[in-house]
């Protein structure tokens, strides 16, 4: 994701945001006081109440005020008068009226009720339209800011990236290069007869260079990038969100040729389902970029680039032709494209001789280009802080520990007990896929917590590959529960600790069962189109619940699995948990003598 397009505001809009809020927040509690008091005194008689009091005998006076909608009631044997809001004042002076000579004393005043005493209750009539003309106000203002903080944007609209910068894609770039060269002689194209994409789509997880390409192509090409992110449109009001998307296109429109970039489409662009709420706003939002992306031609060259890591949420209306018609997705870098983004991001910087790009590159498998970038800048951090005069081979190892597991927090208090948990969890998950024949080996085992972690077990990255099988997915589980299993067999108790691993764990078998088609009861089937429970439903009415319990089988198998491996080795499962109490870490070597391989 791309954090460069952050919008400076003015200190002075950011003080009249806060004032507003302080205004509307101020006006609400009023409001809510108000409305308090009023079901306070609602509360003191119904009107069916008092009919019945009244035929029963119970009432002993009824005093009221001429033009007054409420009437003062006193009840026999009861301390307090209570008042009684009257739907309909004629006809209940009439009613009472009848009744004076059966022992109900009335009451009807004819003083007006003075315009003073009723300011109060005029301001309160006012309150509603106040608030909502200050929300309104509120709207607009931020609205504005928006816009002014685009403007900002525009005078920094030609980026200087290119395809040089972008490591490794060749294929992505290749694809891409025609919509450079057609940015560049549109005319050409058009004169020719030749079509243009007007959208790409480009899926790929976070970091993986989607805004740098997008960048990259506005770069070569020498046009404007203007661009705007989904996630802006969460949580806005009503309405605002289109407003944003035709300011948006309005501007591209003066600006053409230009690029537009919707990074995180998907919060705009999810399938439209209902018709009512927040849906209802990314609809009217979605629904504008559509009819946006029809209004212009091809002749205006303006090139629409969107990335979204979560394809199958996004509305189909939105791929539709004319519109998001090519795909592309930017996978993880290969180790080929690791190393070269990893010679990208150390221009500049110092690295011992014994370093080579290519092994960092293959202790990195799996790692997005943003990670690479982290890891190295991270990597000179520590070796400043060392003072080291180059980058260190060991820099880098806690740059890679740092940037995938956390920063190790030595300072952090904890308690014994704590400790022998995680150092049990954590022998659990190691010796447990010491024995999976799929599981990639042990690189460290470490019961220092590292950011949210209380301690960490690292594998070995395994070399790149593009199939996953079952029998893998199936150990990674028993992996992954390794943990839990070990703390329940030695420690006769489970603990919170496990909650990471149990959530990955449950994503992984739901993948399997609902994506991959592993599992014999579902059938191969995807059922990742099923946007709906009535989409769903075609698979059957029990289809949810089949899904579930083979999700939970899969999990439990998994889980006494994990418990079967410990409980033939806590000989080593104790061994290991004191080695790490009194070690704190277990590296590789160490680790491999527990099980006498070298
Ligand atoms: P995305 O938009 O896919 O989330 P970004 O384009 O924002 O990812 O990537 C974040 C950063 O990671 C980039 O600014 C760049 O420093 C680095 N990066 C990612 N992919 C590459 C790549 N292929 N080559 C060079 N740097 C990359
Ligand atoms: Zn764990």
């Given at each position: 994701m791309s954090k460069d397009n952050k919008k400076p505001k003015n200190i002075f809009d950011k003080i009249f945001v806060i004032i507003a809020s302080i205004c509307v927040l101020l006006a609400i509690v009023i409001m809510a006081l108000v409305i308090n008091g009023k079901n306070a005194e609602n509360k003191d008689l119904a009107y069916t109440d008092l009919i019945k009091q009244i035929s029963d005998g119970n009432v002993e006076k009824i005093e009221m005020t001429v033009g007054s909608t409420t009437a003062k009631v006193k009840i026999k044997d009861e301390e307090e008068e209570k008042k009684v809001i009257l739907p309909n004042t004629q006809a209940f002076i009439e009613l009472i009226q009848d009744k004076v000579g059966e022992g109900i004393e009335f009451d009807l005043n004819q003083k007006q009720q003075s315009a003073l005493t009723r300011i109060p209750e005029i301001l309160i009539s006012f309150l509603p339209t106040a608030i909502m003309l200050a929300l309104f106000i509120m709207i607009y203002k931020m609205q504005g800011l928006g816009e002014k903080g685009k403007v900002y944007e525009e005078t920094e609209r030609k980026t200087k990236v290119t395809f040089d910068d972008v490591a490794g894609l060749e294929e992505e770039k290749e694809e891409l290069i025609e919509i450079v060269d057609f940015l560049k002689k549109p005319e050409k194209f058009n004169e020719m007869g030749a079509k243009i994409p007007k959208g790409v789509l480009l899926y790929g997880k976070p970091g993986t260079g989607k805004t740098l390409i997008a960048k990259a192509i506005a770069g070569e090409a020498n046009v404007p990038f203007i661009s705007m992110s989904g996630s802006e449109f969460i949580e806005m009001f009503a309405g605002l969100g289109a407003s944003r998307v035709r300011k948006l296109f309005e501007k591209a429109r003066k600006l053409a040729p230009c690029i537009v970039f919707i990074d995180e489409i998907d919060a705009i662009g999810s399938r439209r389902t209902s018709n009512s709420g927040a849906e209802s706003e990314n609809n009217q939002t979605l629904n504008q970029l559509l009819v946006e992306m029809d209004g212009f031609s091809t002749e205006e060259t303006i090139i629409i680039l969107a990335a979204t890591n979560r394809p199958e949420m996004l509305d189909k209306a939105l791929l539709r032709p004319g519109r998001f018609d090519r795909q592309i997705t930017v996978p993880a870098p290969d180790l080929r494209g690791r190393e070269e983004i990893l010679k990208i991001h150390s221009k500049g910087k110092k690295f011992a001789d014994n370093i080579s790009m290519k092994s960092i590159a293959e202790d990195t498998a799996g790692f997005t280009g943003a990670e690479l970038a982290n890891i190295l800048n991270e990597a000179t951090i520590i070796a400043t802080r060392k003072e080291h005069d180059k980058v260190e081979q060991d820099d880098i190892e806690e740059a890679v520990k740092k940037v995938t597991v956390g920063l190790e927090k030595h300072s952090r208090v904890i308690s014994e007990k704590d400790k022998k948990l995680t150092a049990y969890h954590e022998a659990g998950h190691a010796i447990v896929s010491q024995y999976l024949p799929t599981q990639t080996a042990v690189k460290e085992v470490s019961i220092i917590p590292r950011g949210l972690a209380g301690g960490y077990t690292m594998y070995k990255t395994n070399e790149d590959k593009f199939y996953v099988s079952k029998t893998e997915m199936e150990e990674k589980l028993i992996a992954l529960l390794g943990g839990r299993a070990a703390e329940k067999l030695a420690l006769d108790d489970i603990s919170t600790g496990a909650s990471n691993d149990i959530e990955v764990a449950t994503q992984v078998a739901r993948d399997m069962v609902?994506?991959?088609?592993?599992?014999d009861k579902i059938?191969?089937?995807?059922?990742?189109?099923?946007?709906?429970l009535y989409d769903l439903k075609i698979f059957g009415e029990n289809i949810e619940d089949a899904i579930g319990e083979e999700v939970r089988k899969l999990i439990n198998t998994a889980y006494l699995d994990a418990q079967t491996i410990l409980r033939q080795n806590m000989d080593k499962l104790h061994e290991i948990a004191k080695v790490l109490l009194e070690k704190e870490k277990i590296n590789e070597e160490e680790f491999k003598k527990f099980f006498n391989i070298n």
């Open positions: 609902t994506i991959y088609g592993m599992s059938g191969p089937i995807s059922l990742k189109d099923t946007g709906s």
